[in-house]
Protein backbone atom coordinates (compact mmCIF):
# COMPACT_ATOMS: atom_id res chain seq x y z
CA UNK A 1 0.00 0.00 0.00
CA UNK A 2 1.41 3.37 -1.11
CA UNK A 3 0.08 6.93 0.19
CA UNK A 4 0.28 10.26 -1.61
CA UNK A 5 0.93 12.66 1.25
CA UNK A 6 0.06 16.78 1.06
CA UNK A 7 2.03 18.18 3.31
CA UNK A 8 -0.60 20.74 5.25
CA UNK A 9 -3.21 18.24 5.15
CA UNK A 10 -4.45 15.03 6.20
CA UNK A 11 -5.66 12.25 5.02
CA UNK A 12 -3.31 10.78 2.41
CA UNK A 13 -4.55 9.19 -1.03
CA UNK A 14 -4.12 5.16 -0.64
CA UNK A 15 -2.96 3.49 -3.55
CA UNK A 16 -3.75 -0.46 -2.91
CA UNK A 17 -3.10 -3.11 -5.44
CA UNK A 18 -2.74 -0.33 -7.97
CA UNK A 19 -5.96 1.13 -7.68
CA UNK A 20 -6.82 4.31 -5.70
CA UNK A 21 -9.02 4.19 -3.53
CA UNK A 22 -11.83 6.44 -2.54
CA UNK A 23 -10.46 9.50 -2.19
CA UNK A 24 -11.52 12.20 0.49
CA UNK A 25 -13.90 14.90 0.46
CA UNK A 26 -10.79 17.18 0.54
CA UNK A 27 -9.17 15.72 -2.27
CA UNK A 28 -12.57 14.70 -4.32
CA UNK A 29 -10.86 17.56 -7.73
CA UNK A 30 -8.55 14.86 -8.03
CA UNK A 31 -10.89 12.08 -9.20
CA UNK A 32 -10.52 13.15 -12.83
CA UNK A 33 -6.88 12.06 -12.83
CA UNK A 34 -7.63 9.02 -10.97
CA UNK A 35 -6.26 6.66 -14.46
CA UNK A 36 -3.15 8.76 -14.48
CA UNK A 37 -2.69 8.66 -11.06
CA UNK A 38 -3.29 4.75 -10.52
CA UNK A 39 -0.29 4.72 -14.06
CA UNK A 40 2.44 6.63 -12.33
CA UNK A 41 1.72 5.18 -8.95
CA UNK A 42 3.49 2.15 -10.04
CA UNK A 43 6.64 3.62 -10.54
CA UNK A 44 6.60 4.51 -6.48
CA UNK A 45 8.13 1.74 -4.34
CA UNK A 46 9.28 1.10 -1.27
CA UNK A 47 13.11 0.86 -0.33
CA UNK A 48 14.20 -1.36 1.86
CA UNK A 49 17.89 -1.56 3.49
CA UNK A 50 19.61 -4.73 4.96
CA UNK A 51 21.47 -4.50 7.73
CA UNK A 52 18.90 -1.44 9.86
CA UNK A 53 18.13 -2.30 13.43
CA UNK A 54 14.66 -1.42 13.87
CA UNK A 55 13.46 -0.25 11.00
CA UNK A 56 11.66 -2.26 8.47
CA UNK A 57 12.39 -0.42 5.84
CA UNK A 58 14.03 3.24 4.88
CA UNK A 59 11.64 5.18 2.94
CA UNK A 60 10.19 5.38 -0.42
CA UNK A 61 12.10 6.50 -3.86
CA UNK A 62 9.95 6.68 -7.44
CA UNK A 63 11.65 5.83 -10.94
CA UNK A 64 12.43 8.71 -12.87
CA UNK A 65 13.87 6.06 -15.97
CA UNK A 66 14.02 2.61 -16.66
CA UNK A 67 16.92 1.62 -14.13
CA UNK A 68 17.03 5.28 -12.06
CA UNK A 69 15.47 5.67 -8.71
CA UNK A 70 15.17 9.21 -7.12
CA UNK A 71 14.68 9.45 -2.91
CA UNK A 72 15.10 12.41 -0.56
CA UNK A 73 18.71 12.37 0.90
CA UNK A 74 17.32 11.25 4.41
CA UNK A 75 16.49 8.08 2.49
CA UNK A 76 19.67 7.70 0.78
CA UNK A 77 21.99 8.18 3.63
CA UNK A 78 20.97 5.02 5.45
CA UNK A 79 22.83 3.05 3.14
CA UNK A 80 24.98 5.65 0.73
CA UNK A 81 28.02 7.43 1.49
CA UNK A 82 29.28 10.50 -0.51
CA UNK A 83 28.17 14.21 -0.59
CA UNK A 84 26.70 15.76 -3.65
CA UNK A 85 28.03 13.67 -7.30
CA UNK A 86 31.36 13.23 -4.93
CA UNK A 87 32.65 9.90 -3.99
CA UNK A 88 28.99 8.15 -4.38
CA UNK A 89 28.75 4.36 -3.27
CA UNK A 90 26.29 2.15 -1.27
CA UNK A 91 27.97 1.51 2.15
CA UNK A 92 29.28 -2.22 2.01
CA UNK A 93 27.46 -3.24 5.45
CA UNK A 94 23.52 -2.21 3.49
CA UNK A 95 22.29 -3.50 0.77
CA UNK A 96 19.04 -1.44 -0.48
CA UNK A 97 16.77 -2.52 -2.47
CA UNK A 98 13.20 -1.59 -4.08
CA UNK A 99 10.00 -3.13 -3.66
CA UNK A 100 7.28 -2.27 -6.12
CA UNK A 101 3.93 -3.38 -5.48
CA UNK A 102 2.40 -2.95 -8.88
CA UNK A 103 -0.41 -5.65 -7.72
CA UNK A 104 0.39 -8.05 -4.94
CA UNK A 105 -0.01 -11.18 -6.92
CA UNK A 106 3.18 -9.47 -9.22
CA UNK A 107 5.59 -7.09 -6.94
CA UNK A 108 8.77 -6.32 -8.27
CA UNK A 109 12.00 -6.43 -6.10
CA UNK A 110 15.05 -4.65 -7.55
CA UNK A 111 18.50 -4.07 -6.36
CA UNK A 112 19.95 -0.16 -5.91
CA UNK A 113 23.32 0.60 -6.88
CA UNK A 114 25.51 3.92 -6.29
CA UNK A 115 24.67 6.33 -9.20
CA UNK A 116 27.78 8.33 -11.00
Do not use: Y
Amino acid sequence: MEAFILQSARPALVVSEGRLEVPPDLWKSLEPARPMIERVSTAVGRINVSGLPGLLFAGTGFLVAEDLVMTTRTVAERFATGLGTSDLAIRNDRMPSIHFHVMAARARVCALRAWR
